[in-house]
């Protein structure tokens, strides 16, 4: 298929102006970063977590009184998708020490360590151990693994990245641990790119003052992933997992002590109550509200369905409000809109292009700067590109990589990338690809304090559910790291938790028979009801030839 022939004739603009620009990369010159002032302007102006609509003040819960996205909003302010007073808990079908809810990343991490300590895990999972966010992560993992870093490097360029806002303790706790992360993920097999001596080939990315990416071509999530689940599937005696077994609710004691959840199979429609002495919760985040239209990076089942089910419990959450649009997701071929084109690409050296060929932002600001001068660019300059089925982007120079850096680097360094575009007739290698903000990441989430705990006991939390660690922008390379050192933390500090001795009482869904008391107080009249497990997706002419249920 390739390019359209209109698209073809705007990229000869781009050819015309890459020998200069390859030049100016060669004598390293550089189109100017932003200073924080400007930064601010931009942000200000042009990225849509700025923007005072599409926003509301939550009646009830922990945030009660907090602005956030409608999106978010309508799912905090939510019933349950089970009806407490039909629930038999003494109908026990799984009984376990730890209960892991979520098979990405960070769940699978808090297993292995859960059961390395001596507990007894269950990972419940909504789709396919592994199917999440994780797995479609590209670019790399931070850590400060070289002479001329150090943890300290790494915890001021996060603070900075997330606009001083950042909870200290996590950043600190991410720093520390990052190194052993990855010395963690080697000891299980985990294939880094490495040069010839042996040495890990780190990169820059947008905000870093180190290089400090550490990847697998452009598959670091995929590789991370395959590693720490082939491990839990090397531990049944220790490790069981249920697949499309997501959780619906959580269960607290009498005493107000995580118990377990009810996980629901969506094969069979059955309810089951898990009781368990430690649950982690690790249900990834949110990019499938598709927040004011925007297109995602994310995985089918990222529906905030974590964060829904601790708000009904009490649990509050930090930066809910922010919400992190990836610079550059996919805007042609129509097929793969809103998929992640990775960091990685800047990284080595491509140049965002407008309609005529010219630079216009430093390829590498901080992501939500970045994305907020893409959306100017396009919206208010009308510099951007527009497609045959009407959407816009911006031109993100590929074929430069291979100029600066040698025939090839494309093909090596951006494997996966190379192939999902040569699917559709395009070789990135010598053609630019066309992108567009894209929403990536749910910057906010679960308060945790740096051993991975929530305010209720035995309930613990890891990954893109939690909130603090990225304040309110995460640099890129931070979340496969926040994975890996919140998920170990989760794990072993569940198990020592268990292992402390933990007598469950009687198991109750009074939290959420209360929270829905809460609802009716607060007048809210027909509210969703969540957590929705997967996104909707049906058009209205699906839903007129849908039967009804009266
Ligand atoms: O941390 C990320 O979001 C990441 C690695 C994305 C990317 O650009 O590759």
């Not at 963690?184 to 780190?202: A, D, H, I, Q």
């Not at 180190?210 to 598959?219: E, I, N, V």
């Not at 190379?418 to 749910?442: A, C, N, W």
């Amino acid at each position: 298929m390739g390019y359209t022939p209109e698209l073809e004739e705007l990229i000869k603009k781009i050819e015309a102006t890459r020998p200069e620009r390859v030049a100016m990369a060669r004598r390293n010159e550089h189109y100017p970063a932003l200073n924080l002032e400007e930064r601010e302007q931009v942000l200000n102006k042009y990225h849509p977590d700025y923007q005072k609509e599409g926003k509301r003040k939550v009646k009830v819960g922990a945030n009660k009184g907090d602005l956030f996205q409608n999106e978010v909003a309508d799912l905090l302010e939510s019933k349950s998708i089970i009806r407490p007073e039909n629930v038999d808990l003494s109908s026990v079908i799984y009984e376990t020490d730890v209960l892991v809810i979520g098979g990405g990343g960070a769940g699978t991490s808090a297993a292995l360590m859960a059961s390395s300590v001596g507990a007894n895990v269950i990972i419940a999972t909504k789709l396919r151990h592994g199917d999440s966010n994780t797995i479609m992560a590209e670019g790399g993992i931070q850590a400060a693994s070289q002479e001329c870093d150090s943890p300290f490097y790494h915890y001021i360029d996060t603070i900075g990245g997330g606009h001083f806002t950042n909870q200290a303790d996590l950043v600190a706790a991410l720093s520390y641990d990052a190194p052993l992360s990855i010395a963690w993920l080697e000891s299980l097999g985990m294939m880094f790119n490495k040069t010839p001596e042996g040495r890990m080939v780190v990169r820059h990315f947008g905000g870093s003052s180190r290089k400090r990416l550490h990847s697998a071509g452009d598959m670091t999530g995929a590789e991370i992933m395959r590693v720490v689940r082939d491990e839990a599937r090397n531990r049944p005696d220790r490790i069981t997992v249920l697949e499309f077994c997501p959780a619906a609710e959580l269960l607290l004691d009498k005493e107000g002590k995580c118990a377990g959840a009810v996980l629901y199979n969506m094969e069979t429609h059955e309810y089951y109550i898990c009781k368990a002495k430690a649950v982690v919760l690790a249900t990834g985040g949110f990019g499938r509200l598709h927040i004011r239209d925007f297109a995602t990076t994310n995985h089918y089942g990222a529906t905030m369905d974590g964060v829904v089910l601790a708000y009904r419990a009490g649990v509050g959450n930090k930066y809910l409000y922010s919400t992190q649009y990836h610079p550059t997701g996919v805007v042609y071929p129509e097929q793969n809109v809103g998929l992640l084109i990775t960091e990685k690409v800047r990284g080595l050296g491509a140049h965002v292009l407008n309609a005529d060929g010219e630079q216009f932002c430093f390829p590498l600001e901080p992501r939500d700067v970045e994305s907020a001068e893409l959306i100017r660019e396009a919206m208010e300059r009308g510099k951007g590109i527009m497609t045959s089925t009407g959407r816009v982007g911006l031109w993100l120079d590929s074929p430069m990589i291979d100029e600066l850096h040698g025939e090839g680097t494309v093909k090596k360094e951006l494997p996966a990338k190379f192939i999902q575009f040569h699917r559709h007739g395009i070789d990135i290698s010598k053609e630019p690809m066309l992108v567009y903000p894209t929403l990536h990441y749910q910057n906010g989430g679960i308060n945790i304090d740096a051993a991975a705990k929530t305010e209720i006991s035995g309930l613990f939390g890891a990954g893109e559910v939690v909130g603090g660690i990225h304040g309110e922008n995460r640099l890129m390379g931070n979340s496969l790291q926040d994975i890996i050192t919140f998920g170990r933390r989760a794990g072993a500090e569940a198990a020592e938790y268990v292992k402390g001795g933990v007598e469950l009482k009687k198991l109750t869904l009074d939290h959420v028979v209360q929270f829905e008391n809460e609802l009716k107080e607060a007048g809210i009249k027909n509210p969703k009801t969540a957590p929705i497990l997967l996104p909707d997706y049906s058009t209205e002419e699906v839903n007129a030839r849908r039967w009804s249920e009266t």
